[in-house]
């Protein structure tokens, strides 16, 4: 008996030693176990936002299970929504709960398993970081068309927006700017990933990304005083925010439900956070 309980112990220290080794804590081993025995592919589209966390919870499944594939692609809230009500993908993300319509038509099951911020982003040589939410409807409005005008540079504005597929625009056009109009003269971006860039190559530029996407390329402009950051976003200080969804057309199974309660476990829910999001568990 006493052998065997040595050999326990030490099976367990080996075992731990691996999980180690491979950058797995034993919670994720626990998480990732609910895909043990699975094979196939798994399509993945829609609001851009998602990708970081996509795709890391997509490399870390498919390092463990090599049978399975996932491929993670953009293109926007609106895409996500119609390719997977038409059947094209799996999983489609948006920035947005489905419209009702929406959800009748495509007969769409929406999960919410982060929320996220979005934040007004300026040139780190921008010396404006702070902004009323007059001053960004005017800017965006086209009404306001120097930095001077908000205490910057002598210098013309230049605006980036997104398309109105994009579920990132719908949450700025409805609580940032309160539905006003955004001039049709701004430079249109596909992702948060190119406004980022945009903005990053623009000492005069202004858009606007998800808050997980900011980081030292550009700088978060503080709304009405409040700064968009993950804190102030969990808190609810930062009013502009939304939640983040992975839709599925009629109630998800195989594994489409595994991936998507994966989402939700202690281990897609560190992923959410490490990428920038306020975690719903």
């Given at each position: ?117 979005v934040g007004v982003v300026v040139n780190p ?157």
């Amino acid at each position: 008996m006493s052998r065997g309980r040595h050999w326990i112990k030490g099976w367990m220290v080996v075992a731990m030693g691996l999980l180690v080794i491979t950058g797995i804590s034993p919670a994720q081993a626990d998480d990732l176990e609910a895909f043990a025995g699975q094979k196939g592919t798994l399509a993945i589209s829609g609001g851009t936002a998602h990708i970081p966390v996509m795709t890391e919870a997509a490399k870390q499944i498919m390092q463990r299970y090599p049978d399975i594939q996932i491929t993670v692609a953009g293109g926007g809230s609106g895409v996500g929504i119609k390719q997977v009500g038409e059947g094209l993908v799996n999983i489609g993300n948006s920035g947005r709960k489905p419209t009702d319509e929406e959800i009748t038509k495509y007969d769409l099951k929406p999960f919410k398993w982060a929320i996220d911020g979005v934040g007004v982003v300026v040139n780190p040589k921008n010396k404006v970081t702070a902004l009323t939410k007059e001053q960004v409807k005017a800017i965006f409005a086209g009404q306001i068309t120097n930095w001077k005008d908000v205490g910057g540079a002598d210098k013309t504005i230049d605006l980036y927006t997104r398309d109105e597929a994009s579920g990132t625009r719908e949450v700025f056009w409805k609580k940032a700017i309160d539905k006003s109009a955004i001039s049709p003269k701004a430079n249109v971006v596909v992702s948060n990933g190119a406004m980022k860039s945009a903005v990053a190559g623009d000492p005069y530029g202004i858009g606007y990304v998800s808050v997980g996407h900011i980081d030292s390329s550009v700088v978060p402009v503080a709304l009405d005083g409040v700064t968009p950051t993950l804190e102030t976003v969990k808190n609810g200080q930062y009013p502009v925010a939304r939640g983040l969804f992975s839709n599925t057309k009629g109630d998800p199974t195989g594994l489409t439900k595994t991936f998507i309660d994966f989402l939700f476990s202690p281990t897609g829910q560190k992923i959410a956070a490490a990428k920038g999001f306020v975690t719903v568990n």
